[in-house]
């Protein structure tokens, strides 16, 4: 953030305070933008909530860019190539510098992995068996005599699904 740019978010930040306005005039770098939408205020602990416009998936959104990326690339620093920006809180509507950090896709998935926040095995709202019937069906197979598609008629799923079990690939 260079001493200009800094003077300028100041301005429209001031300009938007004053005025209102419900969206930014047309013609505003993203910084700008995020300064024009800036929270009054922000809390120095907690969240800072994005309060322009929001993406289908929550995410603040600005003009075709993420409100948390514009947050990180002005107060946090450079988003290398092939990173993503990540959220300590798990908010995506968060803007807050301190929650956010940059990382790789697969740091991302890991963090959601290790926070519970995504669904897996009988917990995902889609599942069909659950973890005891898995284990049940590895026994069975393992134990020989019966085939993977009489194992997938006696629980209602595929023999895909069966060979994916048995294999550990589910």
């Known amino acids: ?3 200009g740019e800094s003077v300028s978010i100041t301005f429209f930040l001031r300009q938007a305070r004053l005025t209102r306005r419900k969206s930014p005039p047309a013609g505003l770098t993203p910084a700008e933008i995020f300064a024009w939408w800036q929270p009054d205020d922000p809390p120095l602990e907690g ?4 309060p322009g416009p929001k993406s289908g998936n929550g995410y603040g959104k600005m003009s075709g860019f993420y409100a948390h990326r514009i947050a990180h690339e002005l107060f946090v620093g450079p988003i290398p190539d092939g990173h993503v920006v990540r959220h300590s809180c798990d908010r995506p509507i968060c803007v807050q510098p301190a929650h956010l950090s940059h990382g790789t896709q ?3 998935v890991d963090d959601a992995m290790s926070r519970d926040r995504i669904r897996r095995h009988e917990r995902h709202g889609r599942a069909k068996l659950t973890e005891e019937q898995v284990a049940e069906i590895r026994y069975r197979y393992s134990a020989g005599g019966v085939t993977q598609r009489e194992l997938g008629d006696e ?3 595929g023999d895909q699904m069966i060979s994916r079990i048995v294999r550990n690939r589910n």
């Open 47 to 50: 969240c800072w909530d994005w």
């Open 155 to 157: 629980f209602g799923v």
């Open 106 to 108: 697969r740091d991302n």
């Open 1 to 3: 953030l260079t001493w």
